[in-house]
């Protein structure tokens, strides 16, 4: 090989995915200078403990204490420290010192990307971040320069592979929610503490990414609305299943007129019902999926794994290579463009379909009573249901009712359901989910 | 909106494709204005009959006869004309005037692109083709960046939504190939002369595309062994469903060592068995996906509208879009990597497994002798099943058996069944296809 010139790579932090990133750099190092037309030196690894053990078998000699010091000596810098501080201050000090910066760090950036963004535009070098959203899975450079030329109207996205593992889970077994998070945690796919993920945080921070890119727009985590998986019970699965439907948690970004005919976007997380055909429903275990419609394009879906360390290092390394490749080129790096100021929606401005469970007396006219108050709130019945219940021991009856709603607002759709449990033949309001794909 | 510069189009073209490009280029003017950083002015388009009637309305004096002229004069040049020439040699003036160039012409590509990106090369403009394989899935995009820190080891694709039609109604309706084909026609997803389709020629050319792109080395036409599907019949297709397989028509890249221990990339294009659970196995109608497994991204799968002018427009003007801002942006577009020089190996080379179905005599014995005849050539039977079928009004009695091997060599395979042929308990070989995903 002809002599190439070294760009210097600093890796701050060697988890999961640094370890992996680090090999990988070490081991095809080859193969990335063929690719980049440069050779990517790993000049360091910044870590907090130099003793703890690692994942994979790396030279003692590149590991150090000094983050600062190693940024400001590199070309390019790899951010997989996680967290706010001090990720933020060294991804701003290596961005002022001239150096590219690829990061996972989806929280970061759904609570600070703009000011990281502006700064890099600032000093014409670039910022990546396709390992922050749904791991392996290429689709925020797709969003950002496939679909430059489209719009898009709605982004669906399975991006947390942890609840998506727990509901198939339940949804294949018949488990209760508890019992698929403990078997999740069992096979390493959840955390001790799984509330970033079960509460669907994780799944936020990404859909704030995902909106901002597809609607050109900055949204943060406060206008993503969130509603994680662990109150979807065993019978609303089971309910699901039976009317044809998956249960999935999506984050959600879509284009909506609010009744006052405001335009914006609503970006949010929730569990929500798709139909089985819908391409989505086939996304098993722990993998992601996110489902774009576009204008022109019409719709796309993007399917991969959505964490690890091995995949994961692979979106890392794309944008390593990528950036690396612009600096050996010469000419700044392509930058966000950001020329869109749509707001975010509340989440009563959301318009969807709903899927509604009632536990109802099993007597004549309930049908009619219910139907004429969904009515009256504006809310249109798609399908009603109702099967009746006969315990044979007390003589009683009892009568279940399911429905699903044609698209209406949130807000009707809560003063509706407001209204049904003020109805004196209603015992309970078995469960309440939003459907999507219909 | 500030001033911006204007950056001349040229149009090469005005068919189903071409027409939405120009209509998007007029009706969107301003938000792709806001995305490039400057105005993308059509300056006109270039057909041979100025007369003929489009799809869209356009503004008349766009038209013109002198794509020479053309071209001469624009800063971005899309083709979309087709064929091999004149489109070879307008591509070349646009390059070598420096226009940056986007064509959908994957014939063109397949026959001759080295020469077209080495051109770009010299003259430092950018040329891309997203709407040359797969239509409106952002593929070899992801493919040349997102996964230009991996390695590609195969790519699987359905990129011919004419044929995924044809077979997915047959194996709904359970319909001849030649019903499924006139429905097809009627329903516009086919020709009136089909044969580039169902002979696997297109896919042929977007297998040598995405072969070049995975493994950067350059594959021609001449690469690619080409099977179609006309000789794809109704009870293969049931066959295969009762087996728990559904038939596509793939196009197949993958790094593989011949029996010789040399490494090298079998193209191929043919009918292939898939398991039902494959995520391929899901894609309907006239959909394309293309399914990539990469050392350490693992498997992703790309899925969405592969033909069509609206949504192949969508590509076109993400490519247009992408090489506009690089001009704004100023500095040199980026090209292809082919450094690689890994061999085509010829489709004997190729290994894979394989499903049999045999008519054989109802006798002791016959099990164990097909058996010792694919042991003796190196093939490894994983399922063997015998169906019998009973004729009552003649009395005889005729056997069918099902076989799918292990994987091996295309070599061995043919060996085999010629040899199986020869055994005097065979009636015919009823069928003899490809197996993946297993």
């Known amino acids: 090989m002809t002599e190439l010139r070294t760009l210097k790579v600093a890796l701050l932090g060697c988890g999961n995915v640094g370890a992996q990133v680090a090999r990988i750099l070490i081991d095809d190092a080859d193969t990335l200078a063929s690719r980049t037309g440069a050779r990517l030196e790993l000049s360091g690894i910044a870590v907090r403990n130099l003793e703890a053990r690692r994942d994979v078998e790396l030279p003692h000699e590149l590991f150090t204490n000094d983050a600062e010091?190693?940024?400001?000596?590199?070309?390019?810098?790899?951010?997989?420290?996680?967290?706010?501080?001090?990720?933020?201050?060294?991804?701003?000090?290596?961005?002022?010192?001239?150096?590219?910066?690829?990061?996972?760090?989806?929280?970061?950036?759904?609570?600070?990307?703009?000011?990281?963004?502006?700064?890099?535009?600032?000093?014409?070098?670039?910022?990546?971040?396709?390992?922050?959203?749904?791991?392996?899975?290429?689709?925020l450079r797709p969003i950002r320069d496939s679909l430059s030329g489209d719009r898009i109207t709605r982004v669906l996205g399975i991006v947390n592979g942890t609840t998506n593992f727990i509901l198939d889970q339940m949804d294949t077994t018949g488990a209760q929610f508890a019992d698929a998070l403990a078997e999740a945690q069992r096979l390493g796919y959840a955390e001790a503490d799984p509330t970033a993920d079960v509460e669907g945080l994780d799944a936020a921070a990404k859909a704030a990414i995902l909106a901002s890119l597809s609607f050109h727009t900055r949204f943060a985590l406060e206008d993503v609305y969130c509603e994680g998986i662990s109150s979807v019970t065993a019978a609303d699965i089971a309910a699901a299943k039976d009317a044809g439907f998956v249960i999935k948690l999506l984050a959600i970004a879509e284009k909506l007129t609010d009744p006052e005919g405001n335009e914006g976007v609503s970006v949010r997380v929730h569990p929500t019902l798709l139909p089985r055909e819908h391409p989505l429903a086939a996304v098993h275990g722990a993998f992601n999926a996110v489902f774009i419609e576009a204008e022109n394009a019409g719709e796309l879906m993007f399917y991969g794994q959505g964490a690890g360390g091995t995949p994961t290092a692979s979106a890392v390394l794309g944008d390593l290579v990528s950036a690396a490749r612009r600096i050996v080129l010469g000419g700044p790096g392509r930058t966000e463009t950001t020329t869109g100021h749509v707001p975010a929606l509340p989440i009563d401005a959301a318009i969807t379909s709903y899927y509604i469970g009632l536990d109802v007396a099993d007597q004549p006219g309930v049908l009619a009573r219910i139907a004429q108050l969904f009515a009256e709130h504006g809310v249109s019945i798609e399908i009603m249901r109702q099967t009746i219940h006969r315990d044979s021991a007390s003589k009683s009856e009892s009568a279940e009712l399911r429905i699903v709603t044609h698209r209406a607002s949130e807000a009707a759709l809560a003063a509706t359901v407001e209204a049904v449990k003020g109805l004196d033949v209603i015992n309970s309001v078995t469960s309440v989910l939003r459907v999507e794909g219909v």
């Open 69 to 139: 010091a190693l940024v400001k000596d590199a070309d390019l810098v790899i951010e997989l420290m996680g967290g706010i501080e001090p990720a933020r201050s060294l991804i701003l000090t290596a961005i002022r010192h001239g150096a590219s910066v690829v990061t996972g760090n989806k929280a970061l950036l759904a609570q600070d990307g703009p000011t990281l963004y502006e700064e890099a535009d600032k000093a014409g070098v670039q910022l990546s971040y396709e390992a922050a959203v749904a791991g392996a899975i290429p689709i």
